[in-house]
């Protein structure tokens, strides 16, 4: 437990240091304008991520993956970053926005880098892909 809070504690502290690379104007749209238009897209990204978490942990609370199994964890968080990636998508085209804007708007909703968080679903979706492959 000490070292989950350390963990973010560090998580945090971290993303102070970065927040500084957040875009504040993007294809001349200031931030506040970027969040107004993608206000679903963003709540939907978020909502969908932690429902994927959450059914990560629901796989070691049914008992279908052992608690020193990693696998679990990544499928849980590699369905979420799926799902809020899809719904961004989705959403942006459905409303015919700009699907660029709408990630750049996800990320300054996040208050982090572009790169920070788009490497984090990166080695996250690694992490899925390889949990789904070692499953057959």
């Known amino acids: 437990?000490?070292?989950?809070?350390?963990?973010?504690?560090?998580?945090?502290?971290?993303?102070?240091?970065?927040?500084?690379w957040v875009p504040l104007?993007?294809?001349?749209?200031t931030r506040s304008q970027l969040l107004d238009e993608n206000r679903l897209s963003i709540v939907l990204a978020n909502i969908s991520f932690l429902s994927g978490i959450l059914s990560g942990i629901a796989l070691y609370f049914y008992n279908v993956f052992?608690?020193?199994?990693?696998?679990?964890?990544?499928?849980?968080?590699?369905s979420g970053v799926l799902s809020a990636i899809f719904f961004i998508l989705a959403i942006t085209l459905m409303r015919r926005g700009d699907v660029k804007e709408a990630y750049v708007a996800y990320a300054v909703s996040q208050n982090a880098p572009l790169i920070v968080i788009y490497s984090i679903f990166a080695i996250i979706l690694a992490g899925f892909f390889s949990a789904i492959f070692s499953l057959f």
């Not at 437990?1 to 500084?20: D, K, P, T």
């Open 66 to 78: 052992q608690n020193n199994d990693w696998r679990g964890l990544f499928i849980g968080a590699g």
């Open 25 to 29: 104007v993007f294809n001349g749209k």
């Open 1 to 20: 437990m000490i070292s989950g809070i350390v963990g973010g504690m560090l998580g945090v502290i971290f993303c102070a240091l970065l927040a500084r």
